[in-house]
């Protein structure tokens, strides 16, 4: 991971696309979010969706997901290059979470995110403050998911 002064506003990071098969919505929504149209084709049918929708927060699990098993990965490439890695603080939130449209058994989403702002922490020094707008977008190209996320960043001369 990047430290604060290494990221630059309207960076683009694509990590992953994930297919929703009817089984994944299905189990998903069993244990997270039993609603009727998340649970059998014929009810999804019958409804706004037009078919068997996966639960929006499935689509947010997948995402988050996808984020952490990429930032895993470009971790270790750093650490195989003998870089330097900046271990990340928490999150202290998002907003405008956006369910845009129904994610279907079988779409494929693709999941991407872009800085959108970043400043220093006038509270914790030793640390940025980065806002991204995470997005998944469709098989068709359409966006379908969509919040901004904040995350504390360290800085990379946090101690000087």
């Known amino acids: 991971m990047r430290f604060f002064e290494d990221i630059e506003i309207g960076a683009k990071r694509e990590f992953g696309?994930?297919?929703?098969?009817?089984?994944?919505?299905?189990?998903?929504?069993?244990?997270?979010?039993?609603?009727?149209?998340?649970l059998d084709e014929e009810e999804g049918r019958k409804s706004l969706f037009g078919g068997l929708a996966a639960s929006g927060w499935h689509v947010a699990a997948v995402c988050m997901k996808l984020l952490v098993a990429d930032g895993k990965r470009l971790t270790t490439e750093a650490l195989a290059r003998g870089?330097?890695?900046?271990?990340?603080?928490?999150?202290?939130g998002f907003r405008e979470l956006r369910w845009i449209r129904p994610v279907l058994a079988g779409d494929i989403v693709s999941f991407s995110n872009q800085v959108e702002t970043k400043r220093t922490s006038e509270k914790r020094p030793?640390?940025?403050?980065?806002?991204?707008?995470?997005?998944?977008?469709?098989q068709r190209g359409e966006v379908v998911?969509?919040?901004?996320?904040?995350?504390?960043?360290?800085r990379r001369n946090a101690g000087s």
């Not at 696309?17 to 997270?32: E, H, M, P, V, W």
């Not at 030793?126 to 469709?138: F, S, V």
């Open 17 to 38: 696309s994930f297919t929703f098969t009817a089984d994944d919505i299905k189990r998903f929504a069993a244990q997270f979010d039993p609603q009727r149209f998340h």
């Open 83 to 92: 870089e330097k890695v900046a271990v990340w603080g928490p999150s202290p």
């Open 126 to 138: 030793g640390w940025g403050i980065l806002q991204a707008r995470n997005t998944g977008i469709n």
């Open 145 to 154: 998911f969509s919040f901004l996320a904040t995350a504390f960043v360290p």
